[in-house]
């Protein structure tokens, strides 16, 4: 069981927009931690998409951004690609058991 | 380029240790900590801990705690893991990570290590 919570799976057609939500609580998210987005495409490392809530690296296409609020954050992608099917991550960190980071179960996102 | 190339696959019985390496390039190795994360198959991302080339420190998730060991060796800038007392729970692709400054994120990854446990 994961501390943060995503939606196993998402699913959408090309050109739309689909969201991917990332539920946590007061001792990560809602205590002012940072949001991190990491894609996965099968058989490979995760590649870093999102950091610190709503930055996006040097190369990361604008289609992908991000936000957070509360004790939750969301990843956009709008103009969907089939390319971007892929499992999608969010990270954090926590500060019980010591404080460590601490990852969403991961979101299998379809391009139907 | 950044770039964090990992040792190449194992495969260990149930009781053994095996230890996994990450050897960085095009960075100063002192200047980020190398954090370590495992994926089962088919499962999510689960954090293992950090080292700090520059210092040594080391930290680790409660779960692993006594079972793993990091290191690095700042003269071949190539951090690594070892995990003890291996279970097929442990069965898994294990990264090496860099982690970007102090947001925490990670910008570089390795290309994964995959860990079969078996009789």
């Known amino acids: 069981q994961s501390v943060l919570t995503q939606p196993p799976s998402v699913s959408g057609a090309p050109g739309q927009r689909v969201t991917i939500s990332c539920t946590g609580s007061s001792s990560n998210i809602g205590a002012g931690y940072d949001v991190h987005w990491y894609q996965q495409l099968p058989g490979t490392a995760p590649k870093l998409l999102i950091y610190a809530n709503d930055d996006r690296p040097s190369g990361v296409p604008d289609r992908f951004s991000g936000s957070k609020s509360g004790t939750s954050a969301s990843l956009a992608i709008t103009g969907l690609q089939a390319e971007d099917e892929a499992d999608y991550f969010c990270q954090s960190f926590d500060n019980t058991l010591s404080g460590h980071v601490v990852f969403g179960g991961g979101t299998k996102l379809t391009v139907v | 380029q950044v770039q964090l190339v990992q040792s190449g696959a194992e495969v260990k019985e149930p009781g053994a240790s095996v230890k996994v390496s990450c050897k960085t390039s095009?960075?100063?190795?002192?200047?980020?900590?190398i954090h370590w994360v495992r994926q089962a198959p088919g499962q999510g991302l689960e954090w293992m801990g950090w080292?700090?080339?520059?210092?040594?420190?080391?930290k680790s998730a409660q779960k692993f705690q006594g079972r793993v060991t990091m290191t690095g060796d700042t003269s071949i800038n190539t951090a690594s893991m070892e995990l003890d007392s291996l279970t097929s729970d442990d069965a898994a692709v294990y990264f090496c990570?860099?982690?970007?400054?102090?947001?925490?994120?990670?910008?570089?990854w390795g290309q994964g290590t995959l860990v079969t446990v078996s009789s």
């Open positions: 990570a860099r982690r970007a400054g102090n947001r925490r994120h990670y910008d570089n």
């Open positions: 080292i700090n080339p520059k210092s040594g420190d080391t």
């Open positions: 095009g960075y100063t190795f002192t200047d980020h900590f």
